[in-house]
């Protein structure tokens, strides 16, 4: 069964970085269509950058020029560098694999994680 663990959010002030971190299992990221969301309270998903089995990334209007994604496929781990942290970052961030397109809802339901927490504090 498909596994996607976020990891590495934290309470940073604004102008900070974070690495985040997710760990798939039953799913590859080297055959598969991957993505960052994110969730703020009282917000729908929203998409934060995707990148496609050729290597095209795209990133929001909003995180582009900060946010950088990258996956390990030998550990079939991708990440989410956030640089320039900005209050309005803060949110649950999510990962998934296998939609498409930038939106949220062209992304498997069933494979939503927990997410992680990014605060960002002014």
């Known amino acids: 069964q498909v596994q996607l663990v976020e990891s590495g959010g934290d309470l940073v002030q604004a102008g900070g970085s974070l690495r985040l971190s997710c760990a798939a299992s039953?799913?590859?990221?080297?055959?598969?269509?991957a993505g960052w969301f994110r969730q703020a309270p009282g917000n729908a998903r929203e998409s934060v950058a995707t990148?496609?089995?050729?290597?095209?990334?795209t990133y929001s209007d909003a995180v582009k020029g900060r946010f950088t994604m990258s996956s390990d496929n030998a550990k079939n781990t991708m990440y989410l560098q956030m640089n320039t942290l900005k209050p309005e970052d803060t949110a649950v961030y999510y990962c998934?694999?296998?939609?498409?397109?930038?939106?949220?809802?062209?992304?498997?339901?069933?494979?939503w994680g927990q997410g992680t927490q990014v605060t960002v504090s002014s």
């Open positions: 998934n694999a296998g939609g498409h397109f930038m939106a949220a809802q062209y992304w498997p339901s069933a494979y």
């Open positions: 990148i496609d089995r050729s290597g095209r990334t």
């Open positions: 039953g799913i590859s990221f080297n055959r598969n269509n």
